[in-house]
């Protein structure tokens, strides 16, 4: 009895000292104080070993205060897959560098395994060049306005340029020059060129010409003023659109320009009138038309104390007409003097001999003056036979109030010295003459005479003889 009450004592005594404890195998041991905590691993009841299937560890309760470790599972081991070396393709890759009406330069670049071998250039099936070490090669013997495209070859690879064209060129030295009522034409001969073709358009029509292998045009037609006044106002034509076109036995273009031009021009005044007056025409019968006070007109001349203008009348025709100075008041019409521009002595003699301009009294010397560019020429020859001797040279004809006369005229006398300017040649109503110091010339402000640079004048003063002709347009 003493043993049993023993027994029961010490399993209290146990129980009061560590707290409830299961003290059969296999069961869980729960409410373990936090600070003492441990990883809790269930224990298998047949061999021990854990359920996690991890090594079998020590099932010792820990020792107060430490940390039992815990035991991580090793890594599974992985193999990185490598992948595997690409293989480069061959490339080349071309194109254009620049290109002319005959010829084209290709550049190209090729991938690091072509570096370094030797090309071949084709036109189509047609090698071109062939063992070419540098990376660009120009192509020669082209046709203008022809498609082409080139391969560049090494080995089996091939790199192709997109299609191109072959420029077309330039028709080089191309001029318009101004003559009398025409346009001449002139350029320099296209290589390779067979014919060309001449089109041509403007305010008084448009067309085309084939003239073989000239390389000259002359264009006719012109009316001989090129403004016509009508009720609503003033027709002024404007340049002439000119093109030139070279082409190949074949009929391919091989080059063209373009470039303007209009025949020589003259001054026009703008004229008001100052009352209502009824005028009778000079040209095309007598013809009278009423102008209105307020209306307004351009002459394209003076002579004689009357501007000359050209009239579209009722019945369709032109016909000219004189406004005497005391019934218009003018001015200069700025839009159609062009001190800027500047006959050639070429076109100057085209124009003079066109416009057969006489000698006088078999004098070897003419000196024309073109009042639209303000400039002066001296010809030396005969009628139909000038050759431009000195010119062009900046002169300033007669204001609108007080104009140079316009049309033929002969040096009639001469003075050394007039109004303390030198050397004046004179003519029926107006004089070639120098200038003050304070004068500027290229612009219509005289009163009437031709004003010169002194030396120019004393040119003439010395070198053209009396009775020789003057010409003013």
């Known amino acids: 009895m003493r043993k049993k009450l023993f027994s029961i004592f010490m ?56 940390e039992t470790p815990v035991v991580e599972p090793a890594p599974a081991e992985t193999t990185e897959e490598v992948e595997p070396a690409r293989e480069v393709a061959s490339e080349i890759t071309v194109g254009v560098v620049e290109a002319t009406p005959s010829t084209v330069k290709l550049a190209w670049t090729v991938s690091e395994d072509l570096e370094g071998q030797a090309a071949t250039v084709l036109n189509g099936e047609e090698t071109v060049a062939s063992d070419l070490t540098e990376p660009m090669y120009t192509v020669t013997g082209l046709v203008p306005n022809t498609s082409y495209t080139f391969t560049v070859k090494i080995g089996d690879t091939t790199g192709t340029t997109e299609a191109m064209t072959a420029p077309v060129g330039a028709v080089s030295g191309l001029r318009a020059l101004s ?11 296209v290589t390779g060129a067979s014919s060309y073709e001449v089109s041509y358009s403007g305010t008084w029509g448009s067309g085309a010409a084939s003239v073989g292998g000239a390389t000259e045009f002359w264009h006719y037609g012109f009316p001989t003023y090129d403004v016509t006044n009508t009720a609503s106002g003033p027709i002024v034509p404007t340049d002439y659109t000119y093109k030139v076109t070279a082409k190949d036995s074949a009929g391919n273009v091989l080059a063209e320009s373009t470039t303007t031009g209009y025949p020589v021009r003259t001054m026009y005044y703008k004229l008001t009138f100052k009352k209502k007056v009824k005028l009778t025409s000079h040209s095309g019968g007598k013809y009278k038309t009423t102008f209105y006070k307020g209306q307004v007109v ?176």
């Open 11 to 66: 399993i209290a005594a146990l129980i009061a000292v560590s707290g409830p404890l299961d003290i059969f195998a296999g069961t869980e041991v729960e409410n373990v104080d936090p600070s003492n905590s441990v990883e809790t691993v269930v224990v298998d009841d047949q061999n021990g070993t854990p359920e996690n299937g991890t090594d079998q560890i020590n099932n010792e309760e820990p020792t107060e205060g430490t």
């Open 179 to 189: 003559s009398y009522n025409a346009v001449k034409l002139v350029w320099s001969p």
């Open 298 to 473: 351009y002459a394209r001349g003076f002579d004689g104390g009357k501007y000359h203008f050209d009239y579209l009348c009722a019945d369709g025709t032109v016909r000219t007409y004189y406004a005497m100075k005391i019934r218009a008041k003018a001015a200069i019409w700025t839009d159609h003097i062009n001190p800027g521009k500047e006959y050639t002595a070429e076109e100057a003699t085209m124009y003079v001999n066109a416009r057969g301009i006489t000698a006088s009294k078999k004098k070897k010397y003419m000196v024309w003056v073109n009042t639209y560019t303000q400039r002066e020429y001296v010809f030396y020859g005969s009628t139909g036979n000038w050759t431009c001797g000195q010119g062009p040279w900046l002169v300033s004809t007669g204001k609108a109030s007080k104009p140079t006369a316009t049309g033929s005229t002969n040096i009639s006398s001469r003075k050394k010295k007039k109004h303390g300017i030198p050397t004046w040649s004179m003519c029926r109503y107006f004089s070639l003459h120098g200038k003050q110091k304070s004068w500027v010339l290229g612009w219509p402000r005289s009163g009437a005479c031709v004003r010169n640079y002194n030396e120019n004048a004393s040119w003439i003063y010395y070198t053209v003889p009396m009775k020789s002709r003057v010409f003013v347009f």
